[in-house]
Each structure stands twice: as structure tokens, then as C-alpha cells.
């Protein structure tokens, strides 16, 4: 792999198969690796139990980078799996810890504002999970980019509300009427000099409760 995109493609490894993926890039007798993990598999705390193969590393539990010697990466995945053996199967369905179920129609810039306050957000700080129920779909989701999936929501308040959820094309043959369950984190979208607050979806279903 490019050095360029071995966090990237990592990333996106470890997002689709939900197991800790590790990446190189190749020198001449060195490589360079970009490591992302899953919850319960501390990725910093594996690669210290095997530093004797690595000859630089540094991260956290979710994401470390590394640098070592070529010869030293089949001793590396032998004692990476050997720890990851001991450790619970990480199941193939990721869960959510839903923070807070709101109703969209509170959802504004004063609400984002404050939520801001928390930041900044990271492993040890993640973003605030809200769920919304029966919301209705106001208008067809559309595919757009690689993959993803942009909403527009009818929310109770009378008005609007969008949402994008990356990679999620694969979701919208399971969507089979108008109203739909939400998991989400908010965010800001600066376009064209209109400022708005939308979400960014992490989970959806069929709408199973009201709200």
C-alpha cells in the first residue's frame, strides 16, 4: 500500500469487517503501518506486549502508527494473534450506546452550540448518540459520492432537517416504508454560504416505536 492512504484504507477495513486491521507500506527494509481496532481490543497495549519486533510505534487503544523492520512482520502478526486469540470474538454487528432519544424538532444551532462545549471529541470523548423515532422521510434518499446517502427528514416542529449517512447505500433496500428509526450524531454543513445543522446517521431501521 501507499503510505499516503494506509490509515484511510485501514479505516475502512476495520469499519466494514469490524476487526483491528493493520496496514503497511514497504521501503527498502523497512515498513511503515497504520493500525485501527475495534472496542475491547486495546491496539496500543498489543503493540506494546510485541515492541521486541517493532522498532518505533505510538497511539491510543483505537489507533496506532509503527515503523518496522520487514523482517520482523510475520513475528509481529504471530504475536498480534496471538493476543487477539485470547480475547472475546468482537461480534460482526457493531452496537450503539444511544446517549439520549430526542425528538428532531428540537434540534437547532443552540442545541449544537452546546453540545460543542463537550469537544474535543475522541476515543476517550466521543460525540453524543441521539436516537429518533417514526421520523417520516420527506422526500426519496438520494445516493450520492461513494455510496453514501442523503435524507430529508419531516420533523414535528413543522420543518426540515438533513442527514447523510456515509456508506450506507447498502441499508436503503431494507427501508420498506415512510417512517424510520434514526441513530445520529449532529454536525455542521457550511455549503455555498448557507450554514445549517444536520444529521449524520449511524444506524437506521423501519420505524418500530413512536416517538
Given amino acids: 500500500w501507499h503510505e499516503g492512504v494506509i490509515g484511510i484504507v485501514a479505516s475502512k477495513i476495520t469499519e466494514k469487517f469490524n476487526k483491528p486491521t493493520i496496514l503497511f ?6 515498513s511503515k503501518g497504520s493500525g485501527r481496532s ?3 481490543f486495546n491496539l496500543y497495549n498489543a503493540l506494546s506486549s510485541c515492541s521486541k519486533f517493532i522498532d518505533a510505534f505510538g497511539g491510543h487503544s483505537m489507533a496506532a502508527g ?5 523482517e520482523n512482520i510475520e513475528n509481529l502478526e504471530n504475536c498480534l494473534n496471538k493476543i487477539a486469540s485470547n480475547i472475546k470474538d468482537t461480534p460482526d454487528v457493531k452496537s450503539l450506546t444511544v446517549d439520549m432519544a430526542i ?7 443552540t ?3 452546546s453540545i460543542s462545549y463537550l469537544a474535543p471529541f475522541g476515543p476517550g470523548n466521543p460525540k453524543p448518540i441521539f436516537a429518533s423515532f417514526n421520523v417520516p422521510i420527506k422526500y426519496e434518499p438520494r445516493i450520492v459520492g461513494n455510496g ?3 435524507f430529508k427528514f419531516s420533523t414535528s416542529a413543522g420543518n426540515t432537517i438533513d442527514g447523510i449517512f456515509f456508506n450506507g447505500k447498502e441499508y436503503l433496500s431494507e427501508i420498506n416504508g415512510n417512517n424510520v428509526d434514526i441513530c445520529y450524531t449532529l454536525q455542521e454543513n ?3 454560504g448557507r ?3 444536520e444529521l449524520n446517521i449511524a444506524d437506521i431501521r423501519n420505524a418500530s416505536t413512536k416517538e
Fill in 111 to 113: 442545541l449544537y452550540q
Fill in 195 to 197: 450554514h445549517s445543522v
Fill in 103 to 109: 425528538p428532531l424538532g428540537i434540534i437547532n444551532d
Fill in 190 to 192: 457550511n455549503y455555498m
Fill in 38 to 40: 475495534v472496542d475491547g
Fill in 25 to 30: 507500506a514497504s521501503e527498502d527494509m523497512y
Fill in 148 to 150: 453514501h446517502v442523503k
Fill in 66 to 70: 509503527l515503523r518496522i523492520k520487514n
